[in-house]
């Protein structure tokens, strides 16, 4: 099996699981988490262009992220 390329480094994706109280991670723990933090990341992405297209922007503000990571 192929190595899977991910968006998000894993190094810091075990680092907020062991900040958040773990003691130890495995690596299948990693590679979920990191799948499914890169699937709200690509919700709120989206919404935020959206909401920029909306505004009549072709730039991405901090604002837009802001309000597509609320709803």
């Keep these: 099996m192929g190595r899977k390329i991910s968006t998000i480094p894993k190094a810091s994706v075990a680092r907020i699981l062991i900040k958040a109280g773990a003691k130890r991670v495995s690596q299948d723990a990693v590679d979920s988490f990191t799948d499914v933090l890169t699937g709200i990341a690509a919700r ?16 991405v503000h901090e604002g837009d992220v802001r309000l597509a990571a609320k709803n």
């Design 44 to 59: 709120i992405s989206s919404r935020a262009s959206e909401i920029a297209k909306h505004s009549g922007r072709k730039t």
